[in-house]
């Protein structure tokens, strides 16, 4: 991208900024317009009728040139499993799972989470509703198109230039909690019990992160859970569709580019059961094969920079299948508040990360995206 295109997007973004923050606290994040995107093609109707000047934008280098990394094909992943029932026993139930949700935040910065006390009807209900949703037909879903500049409604995010290679997926984005961060614009009225499904669905995934947090917050000896917590005051959801893609490039395609999240706690739902999702641990892409019912939990950069470091925001990808599709549903719970290394887990000691207000860590998410680097090594101090 041109120097002149990045600072011109900036400058928007800031007036934005401007207008959209009373303080500290963000007054309502569609005001921002993070996250707005170029229009794009349908990728699950190019999918239908891909030709190769399409298909074009979507390729990445071959394998043999470095785009793709190699994969773990023969090795057990290992991903941790917590039980939310167990860790929040008050007895000796719960200090064994704490320390394995300790060690599954510093050594994976992903775990999968079972027991976690969501009805499984919720669950089904919000699967049924989302495959319903990507079921419809391409003019009904267009309707909840995003607007210029919005993340809000179906389309993509951070797509910046017409040089980008794209994502091999669609996407469909809301602001779910707290209630007044919803833009009913974008809710769609098929099928009908999507509203309802989503209210129960993310209520429930906010009180399993609420949970997390707090036990993270003790195992982290912070005398204010709240510190913590508060992350999940705030919630968003990302749903993707991933079409089948053409066999012959399977392995130049990529559902989702890699990437870490820079929000506080994401909690991901498998809707089918077909796997994609990878986490890139010591140079190798490690796939991770989701428990039927189980959340896949993983930190991110906030919660990497509140802990100095101690608990891992981990890259990882989406790869594509060529004979099934996709669909997964990620809850992200973010912070209103600028995120820096806590006093108590520094100490001493020397902070990693530098101290950041709230409207300059929204402003870096959109520069880093435009830039295509990376957002930790954005916030390192040197």
């Given at each position: 991208?041109l120097v ?18 009373r ?10 317009g ?6 794009v093609p349908?990728v ?7 030709t ?5 934008r ?19 992943a ?11 026993d008050?007895?000796?139930?719960g ?6 949700l ?6 994976w ?6 027991n ?5 009807e ?8 989302l ?30 230039s ?5 994502d ?10 707290p ?15 999507f509203r309802?499904s ?26 204010d ?10 919630q ?20 989702v ?59 990882h ?5 060529p ?5 997964s549903i990620a ?23 530098r101290?950041?207000?709230v ?5 870096l ?11 930790l ?6």
């Amino acid at each position: 991208m041109l120097v002149g295109e990045l600072s011109c997007k900036l400058n928007k973004f800031r007036q934005k900024l401007s207008a959209g923050w009373r303080g500290n606290i963000m007054e309502h994040p569609r005001n921002l317009g993070l996250g707005g995107s170029l229009p794009v093609p349908n990728v699950q109707a190019l999918a239908a009728d891909v030709t190769p000047t399409l298909l074009r934008r979507y390729l990445r280098p071959q394998p043999s040139t470095g785009g793709v990394f190699p994969t773990a094909t023969d090795v057990e992943a290992g991903l941790p499993v917590i039980d939310l029932g167990r860790l929040l026993d008050p007895g000796l139930a719960g200090q064994e799972e704490a320390a394995k949700l300790r060690l599954a935040c510093e050594d994976w910065g992903f775990f999968q989470v079972v027991n976690h006390g969501i009805a499984e009807e919720t669950m089904e209900e919000m699967k049924r509703d989302l495959v319903g949703f990507f079921q419809l037909p391409l003019a009904e879903k267009t309707k909840l198109a995003q607007h210029k500049d919005y993340i809000e409604g179906y389309g993509q995010a951070f797509v910046f230039s017409e040089e980008q290679t794209l994502d091999w997926s669609d996407m469909y984005y809301l602001n779910t909690q707290p209630p007044s961060y919803r833009d009913l614009r974008f809710w769609p009225s098929s099928p009908s019990s999507f509203r309802l499904s989503m209210e129960r669905y993310s209520t429930e995934t906010q009180r399993v992160a609420t949970h997390l947090l707090r036990v993270m917050a003790r195992n982290l000896g912070v005398q204010d859970a709240e510190k913590l917590t508060r992350i999940a005051a705030t919630q968003s959801m990302r749903m993707n569709y991933y079409p089948p893609c053409p066999p012959e490039e399977r392995d130049r395609l990529l559902g989702v580019s890699p990437h870490s999240d820079a929000v506080g706690l994401t909690l991901l739902l498998q809707v089918s059961p077909v796997p994609g999702l990878q986490i890139n641990k010591g140079g190798v892409w490690i796939p991770v094969d989701p428990i039927p019912g189980a959340l896949v939990a993983n930190v991110g950069d906030v919660i990497e920079v509140l802990t100095n470091g101690r608990y891992k925001s981990i890259e990882h990808r989406v790869v594509v299948n060529p004979r099934q599709e996709r669909v997964s549903i990620a809850a992200f719970h973010n912070a209103t508040f600028g995120p820096s290394p806590l006093e108590e887990i520094v100490g001493g000691g020397k902070p990693l990360y530098r101290t950041i207000t709230v409207q300059d860590y929204v402003k870096l998410i959109l520069s880093i995206k435009l830039q295509d680097k990376n957002m930790l090594d954005a916030m390192k101090l040197p």
